[in-house]
């Protein structure tokens, strides 16, 4: 089991800068974001979503702790979100350190959300996974996650040209 535990603001800041950098290299290596621009757009971001930090209306920052352990084993951020067709829980990040994966705490933590999900009244639980991450999109197809939309691409190759063209 585990507890989702509300963010202290001091934890906040150490959430803060790791995922700040964390997100700004996930959309340069999807290729979403050039190197130079990637650490002020993922800044710009997260100032954006979480105004007030772990106080920020509507959104919920957790420290996913260990029952068995009574340690910090993660982090988890969602959102509660008005849609046109009814609200939902939007997660922004889940981590799990890495000492504590492949162990059943992203299993767990998502099933720990769907408890707060349901008291929140918010009827459905939607996040958005880089392509690249094959382990958690696993994961969350193991849960009942389905892919809702799919951003497929390809890189060209060019020939290499002579000198004299």
């Known amino acids: 089991m585990v507890r989702l535990v509300p963010m202290t ?4 800041e150490a959430y803060l800068e790791s995922a700040v950098q964390d997100y700004a290299q996930q959309h340069v ?15 710009e971001s997260f100032r954006t979503l979480l105004p007030d930090g772990p106080c920020s209306s509507n959104q919920y ?14 982090v988890l951020w969602f ?25 059943g705490y992203g299993t767990l933590t998502l099933e720990a959300l769907e408890e707060r999900a349901r008291e ?14 094959s382990a ?8 009942g996650y ?9 890189g060209i190759d060019f020939p290499a040209r002579s000198a004299g063209e």
């Open 29 to 43: 290596r999807a290729g979403n974001w050039s190197a130079e621009k990637a650490q002020h757009l993922a800044e």
């Open 61 to 74: 920052l957790f420290t996913i702790e260990g029952e068995a352990l009574g340690e910090k084993v993660g």
């Open 146 to 154: 389905q892919e809702v939309d799919l951003i497929l691409s390809k």
């Open 120 to 133: 929140l009244g918010l009827p459905r639980i939607t996040l958005h996974v880089f392509g690249h991450n």
């Open 136 to 143: 958690a999109r696993e994961m969350y197809a193991k849960l």
């Open 79 to 103: 959102a509660a979100e008005e849609r046109e067709f009814g609200p939902w829980a939007f997660v922004y990040d889940i981590r799990i350190e890495r000492a504590y994966r492949r162990r």
């Open 9 to 12: 603001q001091t934890e906040f």
